[in-house]
């Protein structure tokens, strides 16, 4: 339901403002973009290059299920300087989740729940899990 919802924030009426995503980037952190970062850190290669250049910069990022993936420090810190590199420069993130706000701070630290609160609208979606209903 949160990753439908994601995507269709991209293509609703609503949104006029945003007729027409350029460069729309969904990511999916238990697929393995906190390795693809820490890749491009600490071995870099032009492919890594590449996709963690297009995170940073797409128009719209969503990042789907954010709290699936095994949480490092270094995860803490590289979804830290994505949030607050893309809040600076005036980018669209979509983040969904099924951690409560608190959670997000026990588990990636205070500052990064300070940029979501203070930087996002925090939409709480409810009901029954899809996927259960099969």
């Given amino acids: 339901m949160r990753t439908s919802s994601s995507t269709m924030l991209t293509t609703t009426p609503c949104n006029r403002r945003y007729e027409a995503w350029a460069n729309l980037y969904i990511l999916h952190p238990q697929r393995s973009i906190f390795a693809k970062l ?43 300087q994505l949030v607050n590199g893309r809040m600076i420069a005036g980018r669209s993130t979509i983040i969904s989740t099924n951690l409560a706000p608190e959670e997000l701070g026990q588990r990636y630290g205070a500052a990064i729940l300070s940029r979501i609160e203070g930087g996002y609208e925090i939409l709480p979606f409810f009901g029954e899990d899809i996927r259960r209903k099969r």
């Fill in 38 to 80: 820490e890749n491009d850190k600490f071995r870099p290669d032009e492919e890594t290059a590449a996709e963690v250049r297009r995170c940073e910069s797409c128009d719209l990022l969503i990042l789907d299920d954010l709290g699936t993936e095994m949480t490092t420090s270094f995860v803490q810190s590289a979804l830290y």
